[in-house]
């Protein structure tokens, strides 16, 4: 069902119900306000011909059943009347008036069925004579047909016209929409502009600037998608290139030759491994994928678990400085990321640190938040190159680094609500780390 159907039926329901509800009422209103008026005129009709009946000659009995002119006796047309004496004995009649006695004992309106007739009687006694005027009820219902019916016709032709006009006023409004669907249906797979559509209400506009939005997350998808095709066919190759060529030396040589070109091979292959697992875990994290969202490890946990990561035999060793209580505060974020940002800075920190020396990370409190903080004994980065640091496959210095260490780190920083920091040295480059803490502590 279309939203205009939907809102024509749901409003219109309502239309008909108040309406119905209005029509009710005052046609309700109108039928006690006609039978007020008729009664008023019985009772208006009776005093006149009793005030008449005071400047006329008095009716003999002998003149019963004699009619009296509707003239002489100023009754209006319509209208029965009867005189008759106290004892029930007709002096006279209207011609509308029945050849039945119409009176009653009893003053005031009553109602009398004379043979199929039923009559709406006002019986008025002055002094020795009972006057009763009457009317049919029969007529009165006729006429109360033709006024609710005269009443009824424009509250009919006002609903319908309603109806009419709030279908053609809803598809007018709706028109925005039905532009929107066509933009959107007439846009192509690949297309992630966004839309222009001019003159859209008020309420519309926040629609579109949200689809824009999605347009423009699903262009930052696709670019880092492709980037992420393009940097792994550029920094791939080379690595399956010397891997390649390792092995066909090997094939075509013997002895210490062949096994140090399989030994280079092996090594070509773990360094792929290292930059395949890199590229993964950048576009896990850039990409918004779940991680172990529901576990929280302390700020010590995770440095411990990554320094075992990172702690190989033949690189710097790693010393760890817990300088306040910030070590037992957990962190408000996935701990595989907290624990694989911090390899990576350890990692990245063991290649430029020279042999004899030691990496320094260090675990303290700044503000409400828990910095981690990596020192190596490097040579350090000019401050032109600081800010080339996160760049994906971007070095310093020729090594054995894929170039994503950083970016990755820098990456998990904009996911988690963190923040990564550069300051170079004559002693080195410390990279700070800083997350977001909870005010808990770990389960014992």
């Given at each position: 069902?279309?939203?205009?159907?939907?809102l024509?039926?749901?409003?219109?329901?309502?239309?008909?119900?108040?309406?119905?509800?209005?029509?009710?009422?005052?046609?309700?209103?109108?039928?006690?306000?006609?039978?007020?008026?008729?009664?008023?005129?019985?009772?208006?009709?009776?005093?006149?011909?009793?005030?008449?009946?005071?400047?006329?000659?008095?009716?003999q009995?002998g003149?019963?059943?004699?009619?009296?002119?509707t003239?002489?006796?100023?009754?209006?047309?319509?209208?029965?009347?009867?005189?008759?004496?106290?004892?029930?004995?007709?002096?006279?009649?209207?011609?509308?008036?029945?050849?039945?006695?119409?009176?009653?004992?009893?003053?005031?309106f009553?109602?009398?069925?004379?043979?199929?007739?039923?009559?709406?009687?006002?019986?008025?006694?002055?002094g020795?004579?009972?006057?009763?005027?009457?009317?049919?009820?029969?007529?009165?219902?006729?006429?109360?047909?033709?006024?609710?019916?005269?009443?009824?016709?424009?509250v009919?032709?006002?609903?319908?016209?309603?109806?009419?006009?709030?279908?053609?006023g809803?598809?007018?409004?709706?028109?925005p929409?039905r532009?929107?669907?066509?933009?959107?249906?007439?846009?192509?797979?690949?297309?992630?502009e966004?839309?222009?559509?001019?003159?859209?209400?008020?309420?519309?506009?926040p629609?579109?600037?949200?689809?824009?939005?999605?347009?423009?997350?699903?262009?930052?998808?696709i670019?880092?998608?492709?980037r992420?095709t393009?940097?792994?066919?550029?920094?791939l190759?080379?690595?399956?290139?010397?891997?390649?060529?390792?092995?066909?030396?090997?094939?075509?040589?013997?002895?210490?030759?062949?096994?140090?070109?399989?030994?280079?091979?092996?090594?070509g292959?773990?360094?792929?491994?290292?930059?395949?697992?890199?590229?993964?875990?950048l576009?896990?994290?850039?990409?918004?994928?779940?991680?172990?969202?529901?576990?929280?490890?302390?700020?010590?946990?995770?440095?411990?678990?990554?320094i075992?990561?990172?702690?190989?035999?033949?690189?710097?060793?790693?010393?760890?400085?817990?300088?306040?209580?910030?070590?037992?505060?957990?962190?408000?974020?996935?701990?595989?990321?907290?624990?694989?940002?911090?390899?990576?800075?350890?990692?990245?920190?063991?290649?430029?640190?020279?042999?004899?020396?030691?990496?320094?990370?260090?675990?303290?409190?700044?503000?409400?938040?828990?910095c981690?903080?990596?020192?190596?004994?490097?040579p350090?980065?000019a401050?032109?190159?600081?800010?080339?640091?996160?760049?994906?496959?971007?070095?310093?210095?020729?090594?054995?680094?894929?170039?994503?260490?950083?970016?990755i780190?820098?990456?998990?920083?904009?996911?988690?609500?963190?923040?990564?920091?550069?300051?170079?040295?004559?002693?080195?480059?410390?990279?700070?780390?800083?997350?977001?803490?909870?005010?808990?502590?770990p389960?014992?």
């Amino acid at each position: 069902m279309s939203l205009r159907l939907r809102l024509t039926l749901i409003l219109g329901s309502a239309f008909v119900l108040l309406w119905s509800l209005a029509a009710v009422w005052m046609l309700f209103d109108l039928r006690n306000q006609l039978m007020f008026t008729l009664d008023q005129r019985l009772a208006s009709s009776a005093r006149m011909v009793a005030g008449l009946l005071v400047q006329l000659p008095k009716p003999q009995p002998g003149d019963a059943g004699t009619p009296l002119s509707t003239e002489r006796l100023g009754i209006p047309e319509g209208i029965a009347c009867q005189i008759s004496s106290v004892r029930g004995e007709i002096l006279a009649s209207s011609r509308a008036a029945p050849n039945s006695a119409l009176g009653v004992q009893d003053k005031g309106f009553h109602e009398r069925n004379i043979g199929d007739i039923t009559w709406r009687t006002f019986t008025l006694i002055e002094g020795d004579m009972r006057i009763t005027t009457a009317d049919r009820l029969d007529e009165r219902d006729t006429l109360n047909r033709s006024i609710l019916l005269a009443a009824a016709a424009p509250v009919l032709l006002a609903l319908l016209g309603s109806l009419l006009v709030l279908w053609f006023g809803l598809s007018r409004e709706l028109a925005p929409l039905r532009r929107i669907r066509q933009a959107l249906a007439q846009r192509s797979a690949d297309s992630i502009e966004p839309l222009q559509i001019e003159g859209l209400p008020q309420e519309l506009q926040p629609l579109v600037a949200t689809q824009n939005q999605l347009f423009q997350r699903i262009a930052q998808t696709i670019e880092r998608e492709r980037r992420l095709t393009d940097d792994a066919a550029h920094e791939l190759r080379s690595p399956l290139t010397a891997i390649k060529t390792h092995l066909q030396v090997a094939g075509m040589t013997e002895g210490e030759t062949a096994r140090q070109a399989v030994a280079n091979a092996e090594a070509g292959a773990d360094r792929l491994h290292q930059t395949l697992e890199q590229l993964l875990l950048l576009a896990r994290v850039e990409g918004r994928l779940p991680f172990d969202e529901n576990l929280q490890y302390s700020a010590e946990q995770v440095a411990q678990i990554a320094i075992g990561d990172a702690q190989q035999q033949g690189k710097p060793p790693i010393e760890l400085h817990l300088l306040d209580a910030s070590a037992q505060r957990l962190l408000n974020m996935p701990p595989t990321l907290a624990i694989a940002a911090l390899r990576n800075l350890l990692d990245n920190a063991q290649r430029h640190t020279p042999p004899g020396t030691v990496v320094s990370l260090s675990v303290q409190f700044r503000g409400e938040r828990v910095c981690f903080s990596v020192q190596d004994s490097g040579p350090g980065v000019a401050a032109g190159k600081l800010a080339h640091l996160t760049e994906r496959f971007w070095r310093n210095s020729a090594g054995e680094g894929s170039g994503l260490g950083l970016s990755i780190v820098s990456a998990i920083a904009e996911r988690c609500g963190g923040e990564l920091e550069f300051v170079s040295t004559g002693n080195g480059l410390c990279v700070s780390f800083v997350v977001i803490t909870n005010t808990g502590f770990p389960p014992l």
